[in-house]
């Protein structure tokens, strides 16, 4: 019944993005709208690894510039189509993971956490060194010059990237209510116990891995026609890294809901402040306000919101 | 004799240059209550953690039902009918008492059949064990005997053939022993194997048909409670020479 | 002619292993031996680079004076920073997630600020013999180096000599092993924990001096050693010093190879690569038991 409810909201989301792009010409909102939506799908993504798991991914700009690079690479050898493109990022992406997850996921989690660290580093000096790419100079991509259905490229990128955020929203919640999400949690408490009572972790670690890194390199592979140019500091900036794991530390990581509020507060903010301040105070009032919640308000938003509410009812 | 349950052959397990087992070999019959004692550091959690899977043993081998354990990881073992209590309860602490058990139900003792009723079944076995008023309880809010009922409870959920008790009783007073003995023989009239670690020696030597005794990684004595209380080297190994 | 480079570069290589033991020294005592992940210690190291900075460029100090007088300061801070996490996230056994990133928002937040104050430029030290260069045979060896060598050789020495002989020393090894047999000592674990993790801290300060000697600094400079520290770490053995330093001169070697015969850029890469290989062959460490 609930999950019912949740796909008519999920195709309401889908169709009231698409009438969005009719009625809606405003440039500045699509530019704002894709930065958001984007975040709300890293967000997630992470918090299937982080929120449900309890492993920290810190190599979140890397899994999204290998989604980024990886259309570039198809869009100048095939001229592929956007389709192929994104599930084309996902998936090397989600072998990213998978691979990261099998060489360090069986030894304490902070291995993991700290092969994602030097990821980054080490896959965008790879990047900076391959010319086909661009290397450091950047590359920029030409856009189609329309698309069906669309009055406009950004339009169209804006619609996907809807249907994307709500496909890694939906896959998320069907994880949260599962029995894998079940076995996710159990890890994340206790992985010995969970272990003995027939929980089988590596592999339920291996598939968090690998879905979370799916989504982070699909909100990547669109990156570049979004931006026309790419340049590695860009796709692997420290932004993602940070806000993917800030945003649902803020919101909250037990629910699918915790990155979702946290994505759109918090990636609404930083473009309010990016125009009124500078990026970097921006950058340092995340930092403050990540840190400042990590120690005060563990359970995040969403968790102070429903003890607030218990509070009324009781 | 009948065919043991569990049969180990020869384990050792090292830990660098230590020796924690040193090739110890025994049976435990289907059915039995079966008691392992030895002095702190004698290795009983060690071989304990080799028979669940925890640990792997460095040479040896460890037979369930004639089947060699070696190659399978822990979670392979419990859906076989190995279930274990830890020593220091780990408990699933974001989640509710009943929860807790919905994770053996689902992943033990139904783990080929989804869509059973666990919910139901989680209630089930918290009402016989006596936890059924804390069933709505994250388990931050329990005392020490609930953990430890939480624990036993939680194993059986997995829906065992062999139940391993790891120090259940360590910490509780002498009438919520009795309260943890008595459930241990109920779960095993239901036909459960039983393997008790214990120090407080009323409990093992009351319940056990048969007890090895561990000291330095050697099984030092076999027999019936009777036979172990008046070992010699049993109680060289207890109060040193 | 290509032996000469070849002996150039492993001399270089174990020059720069020195100094990377002074870097690492700190993730060994915090990571291996209290189990602190603490993931924003490279950043520590920059601060100490960019005080040796502001001293030399204001009041004209040797970098290495600086680092030597600001040890205390960084002691102090690492204490602090101990007690925070402490209190937040160990006591209450959310070290694995919340603690980590506590560490990392202290990574970020350090980092943004240095922007902030100083820009993203690079910036530099002047010492008479950065600059100079003796010889031994055919190999030419540059002071830039050779000071955060000895730098390096000094301060692991020391570190060693602290842990082994001293009462402190003793109780911090103690605390990795058994806490029990700590309480038994009539220590108390947290004040020796917050102890060691301020001279894993302190470390920062002499090794920021020396890294701005060997090079000019940026803020995110430090994000390219996060994979060397880890990686030496795990390679020493998890908080042995003497597999530290061991380890960091291997690392220092492979890596000044590496730059020599296929470019400076995948230098950084090299201990990513050896991190992984170690944590998927033998998480132990080189050294570990």
Redesign the interface.
């Known amino acids: 019944m609930r999950g019912r409810t949740l796909l008519g909201v999920a195709v309401a989301v889908v169709i009231g993005g698409y009438l969005t792009t009719r009625f809606v010409s405003h440039g500045y909102f699509y530019f704002a709208s894709y930065v958001i939506l984007q975040y709300i799908m890293l967000a997630t993504a992470w918090n299937i690894l982080?929120g449900y798991t309890?492993y920290?991914n810190?190599g979140s700009a890397a899994f999204f510039a290998v989604g980024a690079y990886t259309s570039i690479v198809l869009i100048k050898a095939f001229k592929a189509y956007f389709i192929f493109l994104a599930l084309a990022g996902g998936l090397a992406s989600a072998l990213l993971g998978l691979g990261i997850g099998y060489?360090?996921l069986r030894?304490r989690?902070?291995?993991f956490?700290?092969?994602t660290?030097?990821?980054?580093?080490?896959l965008q000096?790879?990047v900076?060194?391959w010319g086909y790419v661009g290397g450091a100079r950047g590359i920029y991509i030409l856009r189609a010059r329309s698309v069906p259905f669309f009055s406009s490229y950004t339009e169209f990128l804006f619609f996907m990237m809807v249907v994307f955020a709500v496909l890694s929203v939906a896959a998320a919640w069907w994880i949260e209510n599962s029995?894998v999400g079940?076995?996710l949690?159990?890890i994340?408490?206790?992985e010995?116990?969970?272990?003995?009572?027939?929980?089988?972790?590596?592999k339920l670690k291996l598939f968090a891995t690998t879905v979370s890194g799916f989504f982070m390199g699909l909100a990547g592979a669109p990156f570049p026609y979004y931006v026309t140019y790419v340049e590695p500091s860009s796709a692997f900036n420290?932004d993602y890294a940070?806000n993917s794991?800030?945003m649902p530390?803020i919101g909250g990581?037990?629910s699918w809901a915790g990155p979702v509020v946290g994505a759109i507060l918090l990636g609404a903010a930083q473009q309010i402040a990016t125009v009124t301040i500078s990026s970097?105070?921006n950058?340092?009032i995340?930092?403050?306000v990540?840190?400042a919640f990590?120690?005060l308000a563990?359970e995040g938003l969403v968790g102070l919101a429903l003890r607030l509410a218990r509070k009324r009812g009781a | 004799m009948a065919r043991a349950l569990l049969e180990v052959r020869g384990v050792v397990k090292r830990f660098g240059g230590f020796r924690a087992l040193n090739g110890v070999s025994f049976g435990v019959r289907e059915g039995e209550r079966f008691g392992l004692i030895g002095p702190n550091g004698s290795g009983k959690t060690t071989l304990i953690n080799c028979v669940s899977g925890a640990l792997r043993n460095d040479a040896g081998t460890i037979l369930f039902r004639g089947r060699d354990l070696g190659p399978l990881p822990a979670y392979r073992r419990t859906r076989l009918g190995i279930a274990r209590s830890f020593q220091i309860p780990r408990p699933f602490a974001s989640m509710t008492v009943a929860a807790n058990l919905c994770i053996p139900l689902e992943y033990a003792a139904h783990a080929r059949s989804r869509g059973a009723d666990v919910a139901a079944e989680a209630r089930e076995i918290l009402r016989l064990i006596g936890l059924e008023a804390k069933a709505d309880v994250r388990t931050g809010g329990l005392t020490q005997i609930e953990m430890r009922k939480l624990e036993l409870a939680r194993a059986m959920a997995a829906k065992p053939s062999l139940l391993i008790s790891d120090e259940a009783m360590a910490g509780l007073s002498s009438g919520e022993v009795d309260e943890i003995l008595d459930l241990l023989r109920r779960l095993n009239g239901q036909g459960i194997t039983v393997i008790m670690i214990e120090h407080i020696m009323r409990a093992v030597m009351s319940f056990s048909e048969r007890i090895v005794v561990l000291d330095a990684g050697e099984k030092i004595a076999e027999g019936t409670p009777g036979e172990i209380a008046g070992n010699k080297d049993v109680e060289r190994a207890y109060l040193g020479e | 002619m290509s032996y000469d480079l070849l002996l150039n570069a492993v001399a270089a290589g174990l020059l720069l292993g020195g100094f990377y033991a002074a870097v690492s020294l700190g993730i060994s005592v915090a990571f291996g031996l209290l189990d602190v992940v603490n993931i924003a210690h490279p950043v520590f190291v920059i601060l100490g680079a960019y005080a040796a900075y502001v001293m030399n460029a204001r009041f004209g100090w040797d970098p290495v004076l600086t680092g030597l007088v600001f040890t205390p300061v960084f002691y102090l801070l690492g204490m602090a920073v101990y007690r925070v996490y402490y209190a937040s996230f160990e006591r209450k056994g959310e070290e694995a997630l919340r603690g980590l990133v506590f560490f990392f928002g202290i990574m970020f937040i350090v980092e943004v600020l240095l922007i902030l104050v100083y820009g993203v430029d690079y910036r530099l030290v002047e010492a008479p013999y950065i600059g100079e260069s003796f010889h031994l045979g055919p190999v030419s060896i540059a002071y830039r180096l050779f000071v955060p060598f000895l730098g390096g050789v000094l301060l692991a020495g020391g570190v060693y000599l602290f842990l082994g002989n001293t009462f402190f020393g003793r109780a911090i090894q103690g605390v990795s092993q058994d806490s029990l047999a700590l309480r038994l000592m009539g220590a108390d674990p947290i004040r020796i924990k917050t102890i060691a993790f301020g001279i894993a801290i302190a470390t920062a300060s002499l090794a920021g001096s020396l890294l701005i000697i060997i090079g000019p600094v940026e803020p995110s400079i430090g994000r390219e050693y996060i994979g060397r520290v880890f990686a030496i770490a795990v390679l020493g053995g998890m908080g042995s010093i003497g597999g530290t330093f061991a380890a960091s001169l291997i690392l220092g070697v492979v890596e000044s190879l590496t730059s020599t015969f296929y470019g400076p850029s995948w230098s950084t890469a090299v201990s990513f690569g050896v991190l992984l290989l170690v944590l998927a062959l033998r998480p132990a460490g080189l050294f570990g038991r």
């Open positions: 982080g309890g920290v810190f060489l360090t030894l989690g902070v291995f956490s700290i092969a660290l030097a990821l980054a580093v080490v000096t790879a900076i060194n029995w079940r076995g949690a159990a994340r408490d206790n010995e116990a969970a272990e003995c009572m027939g929980v089988p972790t590596l420290l940070v794991l800030a530390m990581t037990t970097a105070w950058l340092l995340v930092g403050v990540l840190v990590v120690i563990p």
